[in-house]
């Protein structure tokens, strides 16, 4: 069974300075791993994700993630955050027949200015 | 469409009443999902079809809940005498390929903005 855990539930940055989410995961299998980010009403935007390619991973608006196996995390990191960046950020797992996903609770980042 | 569609985008019911929420995926998507939101949560699967084929519905937490696919393009989620528990954020989602196997790949999801059912 696939499954994830957002360590933070809510990060606070300030403008221009770093972030980082947490995320370790479980899977039975070679796992497939995403972040997406949801803005207040509107649908789930794919950041990224993780395919057994490259490790370290870049996606899009400057974020990268690195899949560590030995450590079972996928944590997602930007080097200065923008106001815009305020939203929630799901990390995922996928694996098995079907494609189902299993999400994280997600992390509300606030981005200070 | 240009992308995934649901409506309604919100929806208040009393409790007991029937709802139904309809998900236009993108044209000529095969795979289809329907995750639920409850608030402050992550998503959780409820059903996957690929074309008008239920391949799992092990997420839908009630027989009071259904969906149907019958042409294999737009989806329908029925919920039956609905409960306050059922009040969520209904997520559909589609992408193009057919699944064969385990470990398939990352094959990414298109998700549309969500129906906010709200139970009184």
């Known amino acids: 069974a696939q499954s994830v855990t957002q360590l933070d539930s809510h990060v606070s940055v300030s403008e221009g300075t770093p972030v980082l989410l947490r995320c370790n995961y479980s899977?039975?299998?070679?796992?497939?791993l995403f972040w997406y980010v949801q803005h207040p009403n509107k649908g789930l935007q794919l950041l990224l994700k993780y395919t057994s390619a490259a490790t370290l991973v870049k996606g899009i608006n400057g974020f990268e993630a690195e899949f560590k196996k030995s450590e079972t995390s996928f944590h997602l990191t930007k080097p200065s955050a923008h106001m815009s960046d305020a939203a929630e950020y799901f990390c995922v797992v996928s694996g098995g027949y079907g494609n189902k996903l299993v999400f994280g609770a997600g992390t509300i980042l606030r981005v200070k200015s | 469409g240009a992308g995934v569609s649901q409506s309604p985008r919100y929806k208040v019911a009393k409790r007991g009443q029937d709802v139904a929420l309809r998900c236009d995926p993108i044209?000529?998507?095969?795979?289809l999902f329907w995750y639920q939101q409850a608030l402050g949560q992550g998503p959780e699967f409820l059903t996957y079809?690929?074309?008008?084929?239920?391949?799992?519905k092990s997420g839908l937490p009630s027989d009071r809940f259904f969906a149907e696919r019958p042409e294999g393009s737009v989806s329908t989620l029925k919920i039956q005498r609905t409960q306050q528990e059922d009040s969520a954020v209904y997520l559909c989602a589609s992408m193009p390929l057919l699944l064969l196997a385990a470990g398939s790949g990352a094959n990414v999801l298109t998700f549309g903005a969500g129906s906010r059912l709200t139970v009184l």
């Open positions: 899977s039975s299998y070679s796992p497939s």
């Open positions: 044209s000529g998507h095969v795979s």
């Open positions: 079809f690929q074309n008008e084929a239920q391949l799992d």
